[in-house]
T-cell receptor
Framework: DSGVTQTPKHLITATGQRVTLRCSPR?????VYWYQQSLDQGLQFLIQ???????AKGNILERFSAQQFPDLHSELNLSSLELGDSALYFC?????????????FGPGTRLTVL | GQQLNQSPQSMFIQEGEDVSMNCTSS?????WLWYKQDPGEGPVLLIA?????ELTSNGRLTAQFGITRKDSFLNISASIPSDVGIYFCAGQLPSGTYKYIFGTGTRLKVLA
């Protein structure tokens, strides 16, 4: 158990809909990262937050947005969903002590868009 | 999007054999991380490397940060069936970006 939690574990929705994925980082970690992993693909970095502020952006679509709240949990919002958005979405956290660079991943949310 | 070149893509080995895989890039990285992912699960951090030339072990796993800072290697000695999974490398771009680029993965299958 990495200490990172993600909800929900599975999500099935229709095209055009909007969903929100939630992530709670490990206790004490200030950074949260979001990744997308399509079937049998590698991990694509979407966005990073550090202590409530956006720190780095990757290949995140304009239809996607994220935020990190004062209690450090983060939400990833996906709107106008398309079939191609079906994927595993992972959250990772880092930021504790000398190993601040090491990212610890949650169990993921599997999104299926029908 | 950007990805590291990771090889081999997949490998079948016999239990007890040693395994080697590597990641290469045209870019310089500050940090290398190696992860193992089981189907439907989140990646689990195996080893972190912070300096060029660094060699770090974690049990039967040994990883090295290439001298050029453009590559990294992971070796698994005396493989066992539970080593099955997908291994990913991740490189952190030079300071100021906080971005990690992930490799394409090496799918390992161990034959008992």
């Amino acid at each position: 158990d990495s200490g990172v939690t993600q909800t929900p574990k599975h999500l099935i929705t229709a095209t055009g809909q909007r969903v929100t994925l939630r992530c709670s980082p490990r206790s004490g970690d200030l950074s949260v990262y979001w990744y997308q992993q399509s079937l049998d693909q590698g991990l694509q970095f979407l966005i990073q937050y550090y202590n409530g502020e956006e720190r780095a952006k990757g290949n995140i679509l304009e239809r996607f947005s994220a935020q990190q709240f004062p209690d450090l949990h983060s939400e990833l919002n996906l709107s106008s969903l398309e079939l191609g958005d079906s994927a595993l979405y992972f959250c990772a956290s880092s930021g504790r002590g000398v190993s601040y660079n090491e990212q610890f991943f949650g169990p993921g949310t599997r999104l299926t868009v029908l | 999007g950007q990805q590291l070149n990771q090889s081999p893509q997949s490998m079948f080995i016999q239990e007890g054999e040693d395994v080697s895989m590597n990641c290469t890039s045209s870019s310089i990285f500050n940090t290398w991380l190696w992860y193992k992912q089981d189907p439907g699960e989140g990646p689990v951090l195996l080893i972190a490397l912070y300096k060029a030339g660094e060699l770090t072990s974690n049990g039967r796993l040994t990883a090295q940060f290439g001298i050029t800072r453009k590559d990294s290697f992971l070796n698994i000695s005396a493989s066992i069936p539970s080593d099955v999974g997908i291994y990913f490398c991740a490189g952190q771009l030079p300071s100021g970006t906080y971005k990690y680029i992930f490799g394409t993965g090496t799918r390992l299958k161990v034959l008992a």
